[in-house]
């Protein structure tokens, strides 16, 4: 894998490659899971180039004008996240938009053999380690001709780590709401420091990001630890913002911490990213690693987030209890209220699973209740055709409707979300004026479960899941990496934070998926040909919004800190 390097005209390039090559031939074996070292010798006759100097690998089709950006050093950096900003260009259009390193900013960090070598419980697996150049692609549905695309680092342990097991101090914090499986990431992250890499110096963060400077730190053990997965919740406590990154920095730095494990959603890996963002300011020798956590599963880039499938799982006990009322009763509505602020994931596959949903809502998909298609006409036809019906919504389906009859003021708790009315309770009224109008004799049972799902502890799927994003984080944290863990495409890798809280995962209503359900609840789809024509002009623009700003990235320099 190439190194980021400047970009230099084609004969100049010629030589350097050269240079590489009889370098190599020297017979310095290097073995290497990384290519980051800050600059590269430079032939005879040659000034090294400072690390300002340094920048990605530019396409060469793509940015025509190379010479022009010889000088990119020198460049004014529109976006802070520009100068952490590390892209790699193979072949056929291959893009690695890589993680930051130790070594990106302490080139002569000392390395030592990984202690997996020699754990009995790895003797008899073939590849202890993962290959230097393991990548893991972002999109694996291509034609023939496609590019090869973007690709992250694949996770997994490497030979090399930057951490002594007996100099290592880690810490792990959990922030923002519950989720299944918290206790199982936590339980996994301290018996993994101390069982695979001899860790001992573990400490938790209590009530979130606020604890690195207003609570004393936790000691934890494989011991302490045992059996917490069987709990929900975290043991650890949680809380909404209380993020003051020059606190917790100084904190780290006082107790000489050098790993931090951070858990939680897209607002809490946006704190992680600036708690690195200060490490690295520092020149700490300190490695981030966060593990994305969100009930909603609207976490981007990742196939989904650690208590999915347990939310999943858990909303289907609400969904039968609905059905049960709604068809022991004439004319009998279930109405089932499920997580999903932004998105809807979490009704639209309980809805899919469930097979009971007659009418699913969720954000992202507009509805109306009166009129010809509307709402209320379904409900009527499906009262009449089985005398009874079950609808499940998200709780950020339908707040424009809501504010249109009850005035709220915008406000927001302390992790930023806007706070939202209660589309179910609201939906539940105005189901009963509209039966009332018709004098139509009903009963309507409105069940919100939401603490119920977010409490429990994680089933056997999430359980596994946890402990493998927990080892992977560990695994990428030794290594001297700084990154969010997910799976992509069924595969671990490390990505970037700010791939991570750029956007937010959406359902698409212009894709199968929720074409499927419609086919399965047959609900109308509420949509006028001016919507559909108007979400897929949106799917065009997201699409042309990030081909900008890849290629924005792909030009913008990597530079040392402090220098623009």
């Known amino acids: 894998m190439a190194s980021s390097h400047i970009i230099l005209p084609k004969e100049e390039e010629e030589e350097a490659a050269a240079a590489a090559v009889a370098e190599v031939g020297l017979g310095a074996a290097v073995e290497a899971d990384h290519d980051h070292r800050p600059y590269q010798e430079q032939g005879p006759g040659k000034a ?20 022009a950006l010889r000088n990119a050093s020198t460049m004014t950096l529109h976006d802070d996240d520009a100068a952490f900003v590390k892209l790699e260009e193979g072949d056929y259009g291959y893009v690695l938009d890589d993680v930051p390193h130790l070594t990106d900013y302490l080139p002569d960090l000392p390395t030592f053999p990984n202690p997996l070598q020699d754990h009995p419980a790895y003797s008899t697996v073939k590849q202890y380690f993962v290959n230097a150049d393991d990548t893991v692609p972002e999109k694996v549905v291509v034609q023939k001709n496609s590019p090869r695309g973007v690709h992250f680092r694949r996770a997994g342990p490497r030979q090399r780590v930057y951490f002594e097991s007996e100099e290592a101090k880690a810490c792990i914090v959990t922030c923002g709401g519950l989720c299944p499986g918290l206790n199982t990431v936590i339980r996994e992250l301290v018996c993994g420091l101390s069982h695979m890499y001899n860790v001992s110096n573990v400490f938790g963060i209590q009530n979130g990001y606020k604890g690195f400077y207003s609570s004393n730190y936790l000691p934890m053990t494989p011991k302490s630890v045992n059996d917490i997965h069987k709990r929900g919740g975290t043991v650890l406590g949680t809380s909404r913002g209380g993020h003051d990154t020059k606190k917790i920095v100084d904190n780290i730095q006082d107790r000489g911490i050098n790993q931090v494990f951070i858990i939680g959603g897209d607002g809490t890996q946006k704190g992680a990213y600036e708690i690195y963002k200060e490490i690295r300011r520092r020149g700490l020798q300190v490695a981030v690693a966060g593990i994305p956590k969100t009930i909603d599963n609207d976490i981007a ?33 279930g109405l089932v209220k499920l997580m999903g602020r932004y998105s809807g994931f979490i009704a639209m596959y309980a809805t899919l699973a469930s097979r009971d949903v007659d009418c699913c809502l969720i954000p992202e998909s507009p509805f109306y209740l009166e009129g010809e298609g509307g709402l209320f006409e379904y409900i009527d036809r499906r009262l009449k055709e089985n005398n009874h019906t079950v609808i499940v919504v998200a709780e950020g389906a339908g707040q424009d409707l809501i504010a249109q009859s009850i005035p709220a003021a915008d406000q927001q708790d302390a992790s930023g979300n806007k706070l939202l009315l209660d589309v179910g309770l609201w939906l539940t009224h105005k189901i009963k004026d509209y039966c009332k109008s018709k004098k139509m004799e009903m009963t309507i049972k409105y069940i919100d479960p939401t603490y119920m799902i977010r409490a429990i502890p994680s089933n056997a799927s999430d359980n596994v899941y946890c402990t493998l994003l927990a080892h992977s984080a560990i695994h990428g944290a030794m290594a001297g990496y700084s990154f969010t863990v997910g799976m992509v495409n069924g595969r671990h890798a490390y990505i970037p934070f700010h791939r991570v809280t750029s956007t937010r995962n959406k359902v698409r209503i212009t894709d199968r998926m929720w074409a499927r359900l419609l086919s399965s609840t047959n609900q109308p789809s509420f949509l006028s040909q001016k919507d559909i024509d108007a979400a897929r002009e949106a799917d065009k623009a997201a699409n042309r919004m990030k081909s900008r700003e890849d290629a924005k990235k792909q030009s913008t320099p990597v530079l040392a800190d402090g220098e623009k």
């Open 48 to 67: 090294a180039l400072p690390f300002s100097a340094t920048c990605v690998r530019i396409s060469r089709d793509s940015y025509p004008n190379l010479r």
């Open 301 to 333: 880039v990742i196939d989904k987030s650690f208590g999915f499938d347990t939310a999943v799982e858990e909303a289907q006990r609400a969904i039968n209890a609905a059905h049960v009322e709604a068809s022991s009763a004439e004319n009998g509505i």
